[in-house]
Structures are given as C-alpha cells and as structure tokens.
C-alpha cells in the first residue's frame, strides 16, 4: 500500500476538551490520526513531519520509534480506532533542571536539547560531558538533605577535577570538594542553621566545607565563622 501524503490539515480544534485530530490523506487511503496531548502548533507540526516522512503507518512499533527519535518527546504510546485510525498519547520530556548553558536534563540524569519546551524558573546544573547521571543523582540527594532545613539548590556545578560547589536559593555559595560531601553537608546545614539563629551576624556569601571537623564562612564584611565541634568566632579586619 502506498502511504505516500498528498496533503494533509491540522485542525486547532479540541476534541473532548484534549485531543487534537489530524486529518491526513494517502494515496489510496483516508486515515486520520488523534492527539490525546495539549501540544503547541510547532509541536503539532513536528509530529506530523514526522509522520509523513515514510514511516509505515500500519507499523505501530515503527511510529513509535521514530516519533520517540524527536528531542522534547519522552514515551509514544498508541491504540487503533475503528476502522483504520489512529489515537497518539504522547508525553513530553519533563526538565528537572537546565545543563550547562545549552540543554535540559530530566530526572533520569538524559540530556535533551529542545526549543519546544521552556523550562521557566529551573535550577542550573553543570558538569563535564558524560557527568549528566552523576550530577543528577547527587543534585537530587543533595537537595533533599537541603530541603529539611528549609533551602534548596539553584545552582550545582561538578568541575573537571571532580570536586562540588552549590549555590542555594539564598545565595549563598558552598563548596563542597570531592571526599566526604553528605558529612560536609551536614556540618555546613549546622552551621547555617546557628548562623540564622543570631540574627545580628547576617547572611554569608560563601561557605567553605573542605575541612575535616568544620567549615569556613565568608560574609561581605569578612567576618570569618569556623565550626569545630562548637562554633567559633574570629574577626579579621
């Protein structure tokens, strides 16, 4: 059977308040093919770029593969409509946060270049190539032990001699090197939680956790805070 296109429409028009229908004609044959997703008309246009560029439409394993090859596309799924339709489910790609300074990286630590998707106010990781997964994974168990003292990470970088730095949402920058990082964590949650306790001390810039038993805090004014079991105060003018 020829599934060569002779023309084909988007219609705009919602069917049952979320599904978009594409009307496309064959040689020989009339099929029409039903979007049970809310997708931008670029989006809608992809798709169906996609789907009259030679694919078998009788396939159903083949759609599925090739409309899964699009970058903002994450799983297809698909179910025949009487008499030879077709319905699409198709679910984007969910950016946790973005990577580097030209993708999205989703849960799964998979890296994805899209224009079709806009992140919004999301999170900045970084990492050398091939770093994606590692970063993610610690990006998630990092801000979850955040995440209980009431901060979160806006930005996470793992540098090419593999050590970590974070910034949170207030700010303030911490490094955490390569060795010990759930420890160092902890001791720099402890401090900042002392710290937000006296009031008069203010709010660092950056906290330097690369220590054995404590931290090093810098404040605008360079008033230095170390941590060694107990807190300690040292002004140096």
């Not at 168990?141 to 009431?150: D, H, M, P, V, Y």
Request: with cysteine; hydrophobic share 40%; aromatic share 8%.
């Amino acid at each position: 059977m020829d599934y060569r296109p002779i023309i084909f429409l988007i219609s705009t028009v919602l069917l049952g308040g979320a599904c978009f229908l594409l009307a496309i004609s064959f040689t020989g044959q009339d099929r029409s093919i039903s979007l049970r997703s809310e997708l931008t008309e670029s989006q809608q246009e992809q798709v169906l770029g996609a789907l009259t560029s030679g694919v078998d439409l009788s396939d159903l394993d083949e759609i599925r593969l090739h409309l899964q090859e699009i970058d903002w596309i994450h799983r297809v799924y698909i179910a025949r409509k009487w008499p030879n339709d077709l319905e699409l489910d198709i679910r984007m790609e969910q950016p946790i946060a973005y990577w580097n300074d030209d993708g999205y990286i989703n849960d799964r630590g998979e890296v994805f270049v899209t224009d079709h998707i806009v992140g919004g106010d999301l999170p900045q990781l970084y990492g050398p190539t091939g770093s994606a997964p590692r970063v993610m994974n610690e990006y998630q168990q990092l801000n979850r032990a955040l995440f209980k003292s009431g901060r979160a990470i806006e930005t996470l970088r793992l540098n090419d001699r593999g050590a970590w730095e974070f910034q949170d949402h207030s700010g303030i920058r911490v490094a955490l090197g390569k060795e010990n990082i759930r420890q160092r964590l902890q001791r720099t949650i402890d401090v900042l939680q002392e710290i937000t306790s006296e009031e008069s001390l203010g709010t660092p810039v950056r906290v330097d956790a690369r220590y054995n038993n404590g931290v090093s805090i810098e404040w605008h004014e360079k008033l230095e805070i170390a941590k060694n079991f107990k807190l300690q105060r040292d002004v140096s003018l």
